[in-house]
């Protein structure tokens, strides 16, 4: 029995702790600050309130200000369920605690950016923590259509697990093999981040259709919108090619579970998605989130906010081809300049 720490009681950190306690390990589920009814709920009855489903009795849960003990004496793997929000925060916690390199795995998902590049999580949190605490990190991350009540419920999942050491690679796909669950390795950790990430913008894009298709003209027979949807879809796919492929990513990655699957399971729906509908209404940014999701975290609009001026800067400077990103430029300016998406 292995001994696995999640830190973020989310959801998709939730359905996590069901993969790794069905492999027959000890897990610690550790919420954050956010996470008090979740972790007293927990607590109480072992249910999620959230996800609908009792954990199993080997899941044990903790409050943020005890991920300091449950580090130590040594762990199997950190599994990061926190917020894109919340990475600093996760790395000051670990860095404080750590006393020697362990396996982490992210289910975070976003990027970093600063005038002129954009880098991914795992990299970030791992070149971080090596400069704080002197530990050389194996930093992982999963991406892939994976939607949490689905994994919670043990439906089949296909997920690809990335990072830059194999060794690390295989010992984590081992330690979270089920039934259910089903993990493929890559080492395309650019690719496969990248497409985690921005695959939130674009489903924004794609949720467009359904606001567009309320607002026109009722059509005799029923005609409904997929054919526009399909063509941002595919669109979408198109840009994140690009940028992938700039990055530094492989092209295999857009076209599988990491790029494709993702974008397809994420547009079915979600807060990225109705986002996306309320820009097809007609709505500005803005005006839909104060008025509609004031208290919702889109991740899409939250990754346009931070890499968005990067983006422009490198169509700027030429980096980027803007002329082969005219979806991505309209996101842009209607999450950060507040246009109508049209």
């Known amino acids: 029995m292995a001994k696995v720490v999640i830190l973020g009681a989310g959801v998709m950190g939730s359905a996590m702790a069901v993969v790794a306690a069905d492999r027959g390990h000890s897990v610690a589920l550790v919420g954050t600050h956010l996470d008090e009814p979740v972790i007293s709920s927990i607590e109480a009855t072992h249910l999620h309130p959230k996800l609908g489903v009792t954990l199993a009795s080997t899941v044990t849960a903790y409050r943020w200000d005890s991920f300091g003990d449950v580090l130590k004496g040594g762990i199997d793997l950190?599994?990061?369920?926190?917020?894109?929000?919340?990475?600093?925060?996760?790395?000051?916690r670990i860095t404080e605690t750590l006393e020697s390199a362990l396996p982490v795995l992210m289910i975070t998902k976003g990027l970093v950016a600063n005038e002129a590049w954009i880098e991914v999580l795992p990299r970030f949190v791992a070149r971080e923590s090596e400069v704080r605490t002197g530990l050389r990190l194996p930093v992982m991350a999963v991406a892939g259509p994976c939607i949490a009540g689905e994994l919670a419920a043990k439906r089949d999942t296909s997920?690809?697990?990335?990072?830059?050491?194999?060794?690390?690679?295989?010992?984590?796909?081992?330690?979270?093999?089920?039934?259910?669950?089903?993990?493929?390795?890559?080492?395309?950790?650019?690719?496969?981040?990248?497409?985690?990430?921005?695959?939130?913008?674009?489903?924004?894009?794609?949720?467009?259709?359904?606001?567009?298709?309320?607002?026109?003209?009722?059509?005799?027979?029923?005609?409904?919108?997929?054919?526009?949807?399909?063509a941002l879809f595919a669109r979408a796919l198109t840009e994140l090619s690009v940028l992938v492929d700039h990055l530094g990513g492989?092209?295999?990655?857009?076209?599988?579970?990491?790029?494709?699957?993702?974008?397809?399971?994420?547009?079915?729906?979600?807060?990225?998605?109705?986002?996306g509908r309320l820009l097809g209404l007609g709505l500005t940014f803005s005006r839909a989130k104060s008025d509609h999701m004031a208290g919702d975290t889109i991740e899409g609009a939250e990754l346009a906010i931070t890499v968005g001026p990067t983006l422009d800067a490198m169509m700027m400077a030429g980096t980027l081809p803007a002329e082969r990103m005219p979806l991505t430029r309209a996101i842009i300016d209607a999450i950060c300049r507040d246009q109508p998406f049209i």
């Not at 950190?78 to 000051?92: C, K, N, P, Q």
């Not at 060794?167 to 093999?177: M, T, Y």
């Not at 790029?259 to 397809?264: R, S, V």
Request: with cysteine; proline share 2%; aromatic share 6%.
């Open 250 to 275: 492989d092209q295999a990655s857009v076209a599988g579970l990491a790029g494709a699957g993702d974008l397809y399971v994420t547009c079915q729906a979600g807060r990225n998605c109705r986002l």
């Open 159 to 230: 997920v690809v697990i990335t990072g830059d050491n194999q060794k690390a690679l295989d010992h984590v796909i081992d330690l979270l093999k089920t039934p259910y669950y089903h993990a493929h390795p890559s080492k395309d950790v650019v690719g496969v981040e990248a497409c985690a990430a921005f695959k939130n913008l674009y489903a924004i894009a794609v949720g467009s259709a359904k606001g567009r298709l309320e607002r026109a003209e009722h059509a005799v027979n029923g005609a409904l919108m997929h054919n526009l949807a399909a």
């Open 78 to 92: 950190l599994i990061l369920g926190v917020s894109s929000g919340g990475v600093g925060w996760a790395i000051d």
